[in-house]
């Protein structure tokens, strides 16, 4: 897995804190919203273990426990914008907004899949939250990212 730039051109959320960014490289050709869902849709058992932690732990502070009902989803995240090459996901808090992006790009014996989250921190919970999940986030994104070249 390599740590790629974050995406300088039309940032999907302006003015974000905290901004990275990691790619793997597919044999197979595959759409943006197709690495999405390998991506969301496989995490390993011990990424949703967190994420049940994670949910008891924000609740008594008013922290979203998912996305705004009705609207179209690839895992839990809320689609904002797709293209065959791009995927947004992601949702506006009173704490924090955040977005994940999923990007396919052709490479010499395959594709690059991209995974770039911005997070853009809007009260002091929102920093203390973001404080608290970064060295988790890191590895999170790394073990999802895997599954997209997991048949």
Do not use: C
Not at 62 to 86: Q, T, W, Y
Not at 128 to 137: D, N, Q, S
């Amino acid at each position: 897995m390599v740590g790629a730039p974050p995406i300088a051109i039309d940032p999907p959320l302006p003015g974000a804190d905290f901004t990275d960014s990691y790619s793997i490289q597919v044999a197979e050709p595959l759409h943006a919203r197709e690495a999405a869902r390998r991506m969301m849709e496989r995490r390993p058992r011990w990424v949703s273990g967190l994420l049940v932690l994670r949910n008891l732990a924000v609740t008594p502070f008013g922290l979203k426990r998912g996305p705004p009902a009705g609207a179209e989803r690839i895992g839990i995240f809320p689609v904002v914008s797709a293209s065959p090459e791009r995927v947004v996901m992601g949702f506006d808090d009173a704490h924090l907004d955040f977005r994940v992006v999923v990007e396919v790009a052709p490479a010499r014996d395959g594709q690059t899949v991209t995974a770039t989250t911005f997070v853009r921190t809007r009260n002091r919970l929102g920093r203390i939250y973001l404080v608290a999940v970064k060295p988790f986030h890191r590895v999170i994104v790394k073990a999802m990212l895997a599954q997209v070249g997991r048949n």
